[in-house]
């Protein structure tokens, strides 16, 4: 364990002892905290509760007054290995998948606008209904996760569906304390990203969509002004569809 976590741990411990004696905590009380953490553990939703509430306050310290696109969380269902997908390439989905198709498009420049060629894109998303493979049982593995690389202009394109609003596990203990606090459980709709450019800094970012009602009042707070892009609606005809579908573009500024 590195030094600094050891130190932050023991503010937390130290701090923690204040907030016993400031609410004269109880014997009962205390237990019905161990129990509540004990079950936070058991049912493997530590890194939940720790990416809700605190990893966007992490990468904030990390990244104050810092140019390029800014990050935001990497979350509890990044996977690695996912398969390599060709540019412009589609998410493995099912083939029958249900949802608005999308086109996403992004170019992958430094901060100064040159383009890089040959990142590495690993991308992954829920579904429409806000699940994510390898975490929703009724996912197929490996569903809505893939790597790509950009080209020599730095773009990539990808076709998926619009993922949905994700919300916690409600019957969970993150969505038990999410409930006692007030708090809804939904994130909004999102699509995450892991950039891994020839030379440089990686990126970890979310890119989220206009309008969401979800926007202002992430449970996770990790929405950057930044990162919101707009929806845009197709008739469809164009590419011989015989339903709608939807194009949305970012640029990411890498440093
Ligand atoms: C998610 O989908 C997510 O992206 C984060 C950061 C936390 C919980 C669920
Ligand atoms: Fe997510």
């Known amino acids: 364990m590195n030094q600094k976590v050891v130190d932050v ?19 009962n009380d205390y237990h019905a905290l161990v129990d509540w953490m004990d079950a936070l553990g058991k049912a493997g939703e530590i890194p939940l ?6 990893e966007t306050h992490a990468l904030q310290e990390m990244y104050k007054n810092v140019k390029g696109t800014e990050p935001t969380i990497l979350g509890p269902y990044y996977l690695e290995n996912a398969v390599e997908i060709k540019n412009p390439g589609v998410l493995p989905m099912r083939d029958d998948e249900q949802g608005d ?10 901060v100064d606008g040159n383009p890089l060629a040959n990142t590495k894109v690993d991308m992954w998303q829920a579904d429409a209904s806000g699940e994510y493979s390898g975490f929703a049982e009724e996912l197929p593995e490996g569903i809505f996760r893939a790597v790509l690389f950009t080209d020599e202009n730095g773009n ?7 993922p949905g609003d994700y919300s916690i596990p409600t019957n969970g203990p ?5 409930e006692w606090i007030d708090s809804h459980p939904i994130r909004p709709a999102h699509l995450h990203f892991l950039f891994k450019p020839q030379n440089g800094d990686k990126l970890i970012s979310q890119v989220f969509f ?6 202002d009042n992430d449970v996770a707070n990790g929405v950057r002004g ?8 197709h008739d469809g005809a164009d590419k011989g569809l015989d339903k709608e579908y939807y194009t949305a573009h970012l640029d990411f500024k890498l440093r």
Do not use: S
Request: negative net charge.
């Open 9 to 27: 741990y023991n503010a937390m411990v130290v701090k923690f002892k204040e907030v016993i004696r400031e609410h004269e905590l109880g014997h």
């Open 49 to 54: 509760f720790m990416d809700v509430f605190f």
């Open 101 to 110: 198709i999308l086109y996403f498009t992004g170019t992958v420049t430094d």
């Open 156 to 162: 990539f394109e990808v076709k998926t569906v619009v």
């Open 174 to 178: 993150t969505g038990k304390f999410l």
């Open 210 to 215: 206009e309008g969401n009602p979800y926007l």
């Open 226 to 233: 930044t990162l919101i892009t707009k929806l845009e609606k």
